[in-house]
T-cell receptor
Framework: QKEVEQNSGPLSVPEGAIASLNCTYSDRGSQSFFWYRQYSGKSPELIMFIYSNGDKEDGRFTAQLNKASQYVSLLIRDSQPSDSATYLCAVNEGGYSGAGSYQLTFGKGTKLSVIP | DTGVSQNPRHKITKRGQNVTFRCDPISEHNRLYWYRQTLGQGPEFLTYFQNEAQLEKSRLLSDRFSAERPKGSFSTLEIQRTEQGDSAMYLC?????????????FGEGSWLTVV
């Protein structure tokens, strides 16, 4: 059974601070890793994906991947109240080309609250 | 790019009734997925189509659940003899084979309440 673990939170950070969201996964065969943001009552919205060890930056967001530790994280710099949402980590076996598993396994999500 | 479209957005039905949800994927995407999400949980994979072929359906929750994708365009998810435990948000997603990471994009979801 493939598992993706996230702290459910809530994680509270003050406006302007860095929010750090963490995720661990059980399947060593996993190759692609995704972060989705989900506002209450809405559907998941893709933030970014990562497939190589190291950091990947996109605006205020940085994803970090460590396959040896089976760990992926998302940093949000200069957090804003509009970032308050649940952040879902998702994992699949497919590589960068999209070959392999089509199925994403999601964690339960971490609820982030950014305090003005 | 109009995104993934789902309807109805909300459905309230009595236990034992059948319900059907429709999904129109992003136009150039050939892969289509159905997920289910309950409160406090992440989305749970149900089934997958590549073009018109349903390549994975073993994760459908029971034989009351079925999905189709005629002609590889829109898809429908049907739940027969609904039960209260079927109350959830049903998410459709699509992706383009060969795209980086096979990134999938979700529709707005269809909320089902069984009373």
């Amino acid at each position: 059974q493939k598992e993706v673990e996230q702290n459910s939170g809530p994680l509270s950070v003050p406006e302007g601070a860095i929010a750090s969201l963490n995720c661990t996964y059980s399947d060593r065969g996993s190759q692609s890793f995704f972060w989705y943001r989900q506002y209450s009552g809405k559907s998941p919205e893709l933030i970014m994906f990562i497939y190589s060890n190291g950091d990947k930056e996109d605006g205020r967001f940085t994803a970090q991947l460590n396959k040896a530790s089976q760990y992926v994280s998302l940093l949000i710099r200069d957090s804003q109240p509009s970032d308050s949402a649940t952040y879902l980590c998702a994992v699949n076996e497919g590589g960068y080309s999209g070959a392999g598993s089509y199925q994403l396994t999601f964690g339960k999500g971490t609820k982030l609250s950014v305090i003005p | 790019d109009t995104g993934v479209s789902q309807n109805p957005r909300h459905k309230i039905t009595k236990r034992g009734q059948n319900v059907t949800f429709r999904c129109d994927p992003i136009s150039e995407h050939n892969r289509l997925y159905w997920y289910r999400q309950t409160l406090g949980q992440g989305p749970e994979f149900l089934t997958y189509f590549q073009n018109e072929a349903q390549l994975e359906k073993s994760r459908l929750l029971s034989d009351r659940f079925s999905a189709e994708r005629p002609k590889g365009s829109f898809s429908t998810l049907e739940i027969q003899r609904t039960e209260q435990g079927d109350s959830a948000m049903y998410l459709c997603a699509s992706s383009l084979e060969g795209s980086p990471g096979n990134t999938i994009y979700f529709g707005e979801g269809s909320w089902l309440t069984v009373v």
